[in-house]
């Protein structure tokens, strides 16, 4: 009964590893637009928490997800980020639509923000 217990938590480890590296493999690619040796999307901790997210290099720390979002009548765009709306800063802002599925992405941590795609206009 033991080794099957243990042969189970393996096997679920196994499975949530695999899911973690799925949920950010879209954003794998995504580089910081005033930063390209940045990535938008990392697991790692950061030794630069009060930096701006758009000067730090390959070891900030952020979480990608698609996100709501919305463009106020100033133009600036404000995004959700599961807890409140987060003003986006012009220096994160990636290309509209940049996952190709219509939706606004957000790679964010501590509610900085190191990226964001607007998605595509709602008619």
Partial sequence: MRKLLLAASAALLVVTSIESVQAHDPYSNWRQPFNPQG?????Q???HKSDPPWTIGLDQEGDCRPTRAYLDDDG??????GKK???VPWQA???QDYAHDG???LCEKHEQIYCFSPGSPKS
């Fill in 39 to 43: 990535s938008c999307c990392r697991d």
């Fill in 45 to 47: 901790g950061s030794e």
């Fill in 76 to 81: 600036v765009w404000h995004a959700w980020n």
């Fill in 85 to 87: 709306w987060l003003i």
């Fill in 93 to 95: 802002i990636l290309p």
């Fill in 103 to 105: 939706r606004s992405h």
